[in-house]
T-cell receptor, first 115, second 113 residues
Framework: KAGVTQTPRYLIKTRGQQVTLSCSPI?????VSWYQQTPGQGLQFLFE???????NKGNFPGRFSGRQFSNSRSEMNVSTLELGDSALYLC??????????????FGPGTRLTVL | GENVEQHPSTLSVQEGDSAVIKCTYS??????FPWYKQELGKRPQLIID?????GEKKDQRIAVTLNKTAKHFSLHITETQPEDSAVYFC????????????FGTGTRLTIIP
């Protein structure tokens, strides 16, 4: 099976712009989670989608949003970019069967640089 | 919410020696504890995980122990090799890995040849 894929791999934006990142989960996986990784804050949970619904949300401002499509692919959007949004954005997918362990598999990430 | 603390932040060991990384968690409802290895410029890769109904799990040179009472879990790597050099993250989840992982701050492990 192909792994989790993310596009684009690298992005450079300027403050105030918006950006959309894409994540394609492993075939058959229904849950997609997004994480922000920075040297200072480590890996921080953004949100998780399952069956096109946001099921969990981390402590990020409303500028960060996402969605999931019927094929389980997910997009994440950040509006009004700030310098502090520069980070590696990772998505992870899992099969998601309630009640048993679901390993999360990570994509390669999108490195966003805000100038 | 859940809070995961990880120690040490950096660890250097001689090749062939053992390495131990420790994590504590705050939410007694957490029931799934994976460990990820992240090499420079690469994605986090799951190396081992443990559920709350198990006290220890081994996979070749890697083992994880869990103490639910004390709310801490540890990663043990024996007979370390240069390719073990990486950043290791522990994490906790309260739904068997579904939905959300709360990560520790990472441990940079360096194996000295």
């Amino acid at each position: 099976k192909a792994g989790v894929t993310q596009t684009p791999r690298y992005l450079i934006k300027t403050r105030g712009q918006q950006v959309t990142l894409s994540c394609s989960p492993i075939s058959g996986h229904r849950s997609v989670s997004w994480y922000q990784q920075t040297p200072g804050q480590g890996l921080q949970f953004l949100f998780e989608y399952f069956s096109e619904t946001q099921r969990n949300k981390g402590n990020f401002p409303g500028r960060f949003s996402g969605r999931q499509f019927s094929n389980s692919r997910s997009e994440m959007n950040v509006s009004t970019l700030e310098l502090g949004d520069s980070a590696l954005y990772l998505c992870a997918s899992s099969p998601n069967g309630v009640g048993y362990t679901d390993t999360q598999y990570f994509g390669p990430g999108t490195r966003l640089t805000v100038l | 919410g859940e809070n995961v603390e990880q120690h040490p932040s950096t660890l250097s060991v001689q090749e062939g020696d053992s390495a131990v990384i420790k994590c504590t968690y705050s939410d007694s409802a957490s029931n799934y504890f994976p460990w990820y290895k992240q090499e420079l410029g690469k994605r986090p890769q799951l190396i081992i995980d443990i559920r709350s109904n198990v006290g220890e799990k081994k996979d070749q040179r890697i083992a994880v122990t869990l103490n639910k009472t004390a709310k801490h879990f540890s990663l043990h790597i024996t007979e370390t090799q240069p390719e073990d050099s990486a950043v290791y993250f522990c994490a906790a989840s309260n739904n068997f890995g579904n939905e959300k992982l709360t990560f520790g701050t990472g441990t940079r492990l360096t194996i000295i040849p």
